[in-house]
């Protein structure tokens, strides 16, 4: 089965650019989560949706963060403009279900801001 | 609020060493749900185990073991004859019923040398 899969990968881009993280969870999952893990801050929750609908969005920093879910099939993180804090491993992860069962994450997109 | 608690940032064994990885959390529900994940260096997260509240059975799976104490609020992982491949940084995390968020602790760096 295919887990999570995010793009890009890794990315490094200048300061002031728009940067788009893309999320395909795992299929039938309901939830999809977006998480940064920094070295001052470890791993904090940005957003979470329910069936398509962000539920919790308290994580995201500020208004240059938006994310959206079109469908069960994909999720976008933006940033726009970009600034050099902002450079961190972004992961989406999935999960199937109601809160307590596991969540899976992808293999994370790096970021670098310069 | 939910926290968790790894105060063990680094740890360096050598090869075959049992090695124990400590996991304090708190919580004030009654049913939660507890979590482990390897980081190994090249990033992605991988899900261990899941354990809930109810269950304080240990565990066993290979190497790998888990102690659940509600007693102590701990869930400390244990990995007997470590191996070189066993090097990552391990989180502890914590999803309460009533919540949606998994609350990961700020991991520890286990660097096993041969």
């Known amino acids: 089965d295919a887990g999570v899969i995010q793009s890009p990968r890794h990315e490094v881009t200048e300061m002031g650019q728009e940067v788009t993280l893309r999320c395909k969870p795992i299929?039938?999952?309901?939830?999809l989560f977006w998480y940064r893990q920094t070295m001052m801050r470890g791993l904090e929750l940005l957003i979470y949706f329910n069936n398509n609908v962000p539920i919790d969005d308290s994580g995201m920093p500020e208004d240059r963060f938006s994310a959206k879910m079109p469908n069960a099939s994909f999720s976008t993180l933006k940033i726009q403009p970009s600034e050099p804090r902002d450079s961190a491993v972004y992961f989406c992860a999935s999960r199937r279900g109601q809160h307590g069962n596991t969540i899976y994450f992808g293999e994370g997109s790096w970021l670098t801001v310069v | 609020a939910q926290k968790v608690t790894q105060a063990q940032t680094e740890i360096s064994v050598v090869e075959k060493e049992d090695v124990t990885l400590d996991c304090v959390y708190e919580t004030r529900d009654t049913t939660y749900y507890l979590f482990w994940y390897k980081q190994p260096p090249s990033g992605e997260l991988v899900f261990l185990i899941r354990?809930?509240?109810?269950?304080?059975q240990n565990e066993i799976s290979g190497r790998y073991s888990w102690n659940f104490q509600k007693s102590t609020s701990s869930f400390n992982f244990t990995i007997t004859a470590s191996q070189v491949v066993d090097s990552a940084v391990y989180f502890c995390a914590l999803s309460e019923a009533g919540g949606n968020m998994l609350t990961f602790g700020g991991g520890t760096r286990l660097m096993v040398k041969p």
């Open positions: 299929s039938g999952h309901n939830s």
């Open positions: 354990r809930n509240s109810f269950d304080e």
